[in-house]
């Protein structure tokens, strides 16, 4: 597996609310979801290492998209209240699959969680994903750091 230093997502920690804060010095920046592109050759391989990554910070709530149909082994079966797992038909995210997943973001972020984890079969395309997560309407929603995509081996 190669995996930035700190393993995935690391660090992700925040709340998930989508106004601001009001401090001594006034408002502050939203709270951005921590978004992070898993891709790897196996949807197996995926699910367990977004479930490490959940079970490191079980309390941050999180939102998975798993890109692909459920296995009746997956480890994300049976997920802790905090964690949402949506999946949806496996298909480039960013040509075909693009409304079904742009559907499901908006989905999720009506109440959004401090981190985001999208599972992907294919790195292919992961340079549009990237282009799509830092553009309007989710500019102000997402955070995608230098770590954002994780390519298991």
């Known amino acids: 597996m190669t995996a930035p230093a700190g393993g995935l997502a690391a660090g992700a920690t925040g709340g998930g609310a989508s106004g601001t804060s009001a401090g001594p010095a006034g408002p502050s920046a939203p709270v951005l979801t921590i978004t992070t ?21 079980p309390d941050v709530p999180t939102a998975v998209i798993l890109e692909g149909l459920a296995s009746a082994n997956s480890p994300l079966a049976d997920c802790a209240p905090q964690v949402t797992v949506v999946r949806i ?12 997943l742009r559907v499901s973001l908006n989905r999720l972020l009506r109440r959004p969680p401090a981190r985001l984890l999208i599972s992907l079969a294919n790195a292919e395309h992961a340079g549009q994903l990237h ?10 929603l997402l955070t995608l750091g230098a770590n954002w995509h994780i390519h298991l081996t």
């Open 37 to 57: 592109v898993v891709t790897g050759p196996t949807p197996a391989a995926r699910e367990a290492a977004i479930h490490a990554a959940i079970a490191a910070s």
């Open 89 to 100: 038909a496996p298909g480039c995210l960013c040509c075909a699959g693009n409304l079904v």
């Open 131 to 140: 282009g799509m997560l830092e553009n309007a309407p989710y500019v102000g």
